[in-house]
């Protein structure tokens, strides 16, 4: 199994900047996957970005050049950096973790972003 503690998020101007971290359980360097995810009000959850086994990450196009994924194994995490952030961003953000077939999901981070 795998445990995910997302922390950050919260409330910004249109334009302004957040990061997102997520600790994950155990060493990041086992987990097949991570990515993050994010739901707006009334609409589906939708991909955001995704790397598998550390290495190329894939990026939705409306964050591409906007959003960055690294990680710290030191620590287990993985953060997005959120830049020029838009309103369209606003809704409950969450990673994902893929371990031996199976998904581990965050508790959720709350990104709010006004016009």
């Known amino acids: 199994q795998v445990q995910l503690v997302e922390s950050g998020g919260g409330f910004v101007q249109a334009g302004g900047s957040l990061r997102l971290s997520c600790a994950a359980s155990?060493?990041?360097?086992?987990?097949?996957?991570m990515g993050w995810f994010r739901q707006a009000p009334g609409k589906q959850r939708e991909l955001v970005a995704r790397?598998?086994?550390?290495?190329?990450?894939y990026y939705a196009d409306s964050v591409k050049g906007r959003f960055t994924v690294s990680r710290d194994s030191a620590k287990n995490t993985v953060y997005l950096q959120m830049n020029s952030l838009k309103p369209e961003d606003t809704g409950l953000y969450y990673c994902?973790?893929?371990?031996?077939?199976?998904?581990?999901w965050g508790q959720g981070s709350q990104v709010t972003v006004s016009s």
């Open positions: 994902k973790a893929e371990y031996q077939y199976k998904d581990y």
């Open positions: 155990k060493s990041i360097f086992s987990i097949d996957a």
């Open positions: 790397t598998v086994r550390g290495r190329t990450t």
